[in-house]
């Protein structure tokens, strides 16, 4: 059993920019949410995707936008980098999108803007 | 403002020694889990409460949810080095989606 895996590991940008991160789901998954780490914070809730479809929002611009594929791997795409942009991106996988159900997080892709 | 608050924010104990960490809130949560992240890693779920005053014990571990669902300790008999990690707190309420605390960073030194 694969667990969840993100890519990539680092990134650098600059501000204005737009930059794509990618999840894999653990096996069997159906559903992913991101989230935003910024350092010396807990995980804020960006998006949920089940079945492909956007189920649940947090409160980010919609500069921030996602896509959940058939397989059920997924992207998040934020467009003008801001610096405070800069944070870990964590994906979190879990079984039927369920408040209650397990997650089960990734490594996180570190996103840095310069 | 934090939704979910945790004390202390840094923790740093010699190995052996016990410790208490606690997330407090106003809000009533129907279910609160706890979390330890290591460095360049994601969150790793320990236990899920939902019940008031529900006590869970995972080997050194021992977590507790409040009578009135408001707040949680986690209680770490006789730490290890490899309990060093940042433990979060997160809280679901309804079907909103999970709230985390800023975490405890916890150091234990050999």
């Known amino acids: 059993e694969t667990g969840v895996t993100q890519s990539p590991t680092h990134l650098i940008k600059t501000r204005g920019q737009q930059v794509t991160l990618r999840c894999s789901s653990q096996?069997?998954?159906?559903?992913v949410s991101w989230y935003q780490q910024a350092l010396g914070q807990g995980p804020q809730f960006i998006f949920q995707y089940y079945r492909e479809e956007e189920n649940g929002r947090g409160n980010f611009p919609p500069r921030f936008s996602g896509l959940q594929f058939p397989n059920y791997s997924s992207e998040l795409n934020v467009n003008a980098l801001e610096l405070d942009d800069s944070a870990l991106y964590l994906c979190a996988s879990s079984l039927n999108g369920g408040v209650t159900d397990t997650q089960y997080f990734g490594p996180g892709t570190r996103l840095t803007v310069l | 403002t934090q939704l979910l608050e945790q004390s202390p924010q840094f923790l740093s104990i010699q190995e052996g020694e016990n410790l208490t960490v606690y997330c407090n809130s106003s809000s009533v949560f129907s279910s609160l889990q706890w979390y330890r992240q290591e460095p360049g890693e994601g969150p790793v779920l320990l236990v899920t409460?939902?019940?008031?005053?529900e006590v869970k014990k995972l080997k050194r571990l021992t977590f507790q949810f409040g009578d009135a669902r408001k707040d949680s300790s986690l209680h770490i008999t006789a730490a290890q080095t490899g309990d060093t990690g940042l433990y979060l707190c997160a809280g679901a309420r309804g079907n909103t989606p999970l709230v985390f605390g800023k975490g405890t960073r916890l150091s234990v030194i050999a």
């Open positions: 096996s069997g998954h159906n559903t």
């Open positions: 409460v939902v019940t008031g005053g």
